[in-house]
């Protein structure tokens, strides 16, 4: 039985959905029906007007979710030039906001060996601007109690709930110990404006492309944090060295704008290898909490990607040792990742 708070029955949140609509759309019929749900409570529908156009219903209950922080971030992005859904309607008591539909066509189903290199170059882009009105205070801190909480989520979930292993004090110290060689490096990056989840799932293929969703979790950290969401994507691989050729592509063209990367590549680098790190334990442990707290079973088949990625990153750098080890003996044969498109 899980303990978490429940949000209402989806059918007493559609039948608001259309009361809301019916009240603030008079006199125009429409059809409602799912769009997309994400890893947290919100739900997304499509409604389906007469005359053709459609438009999407943030659905947020107020008992588990807010709006603001969408409103807020999409003010910030759309600013910056990205395209990210227009605000028409918004309900904060009950948790509705009535959006633009920037379609149904994401980054993972559009990608293609063919089509990769002019996509991704559109993401880059996006985040470039993005990037670029980057400014403290405008954003909550990704500051260490952050990033270090969202590590934790590793030993707490996916060693002792899904792995259902003990760690010795040892390899407790010695995980901790990794921990802060991968804060070391991302507390000392640039800072700009980061998405959190600039991947395959988020991007939409769209006019101007790309669409960009999902940014109400925005923070101000570390520069090189949504590059490893894009590059070493959870949902789809790519062989490194095309990923590396993109990331020098993005590195030339942010010094050539302005963007506070590193005078080396190799440091960027670095830094794009240890914010991959922290990234993957914090997704291993989120995917076995969605399992084992949520009833979600759609992410288990994505942790061994997710695991190759951190295996490979271990394996470079002495201060990650540790961790490959624990990794060794926690799944002793690792999946072979195939290019998947």
Request: some cysteine; glycine content about 4%; aromatic content about 12%.
């Amino acid at each position: 039985m899980s303990l978490v708070p429940q949000p209402e029955p989806l059918l007493d949140r559609q039948q608001l959905i259309h009361a809301w609509l019916e009240n603030i759309l008079p006199s125009q019929p429409f059809a409602l029906a799912p769009a997309s749900a994400d890893a947290s409570f919100r739900r997304y529908f499509r409604a389906s007007f007469e005359d053709g156009t459609t438009r999407i219903i943030m659905d947020a209950p107020p008992s588990h979710e807010d709006c603001r922080p969408f409103l807020h971030v999409a003010e910030l992005f759309r600013a910056a030039g990205a395209h990210v859904p227009q605000v028409f309607a918004q309900d904060l008591d009950q948790g509705f906001l009535l959006l633009s539909d920037l379609g149904n066509t994401t980054y993972l189903s559009a990608l293609t060996p063919d089509n990769a290199s002019t996509l991704y170059a559109d993401a880059l882009g996006t985040l470039a601007a993005i990037q670029q009105t980057s400014r403290p205070g405008a954003l909550p801190e990704y500051d260490r109690a952050h990033l270090l909480r969202e590590m934790m989520l590793f030993p707490d979930w996916y060693v002792a709930r899904h792995k259902e292993a003990t760690l010795s004090n040892a390899e407790m110290a010695d995980l901790l110990q990794v921990f802060e060689h991968i804060l070391s490096v991302n507390l000392a990056e640039p800072k700009v404006f980061v998405h959190r989840d600039y991947h395959s799932r988020n991007l939409m293929l769209s006019a101007p492309n790309p669409g960009v969703l999902d940014f109400q979790d925005a923070v101000y950290g570390p520069l090189t944090y949504d590059l490893a969401s894009l590059f070493k994507d959870a949902y789809i691989h790519w062989p490194e060295e095309q990923t590396l050729d993109w990331l020098v592509r993005y590195w030339e063209a942010a010094r050539h704008i302005g963007l506070p990367v590193r005078a080396d590549f190799s440091e960027l680098h670095r830094d794009y290898e240890f914010m991959g790190a922290q990234r993957h334990l914090k997704v291993l442990g989120i995917f076995a909490r969605l399992y084992h707290r949520d009833g979600k079973d759609g992410y288990l088949k994505d942790m061994p990607l997710v695991l190759h990625y951190l295996r490979r990153t271990c394996q470079r750098y002495r201060e990650l040792r540790p961790l490959l080890k624990l990794l060794d003996r926690l799944d002793p044969e690792e999946v072979q990742i195939g290019y998947t498109f």
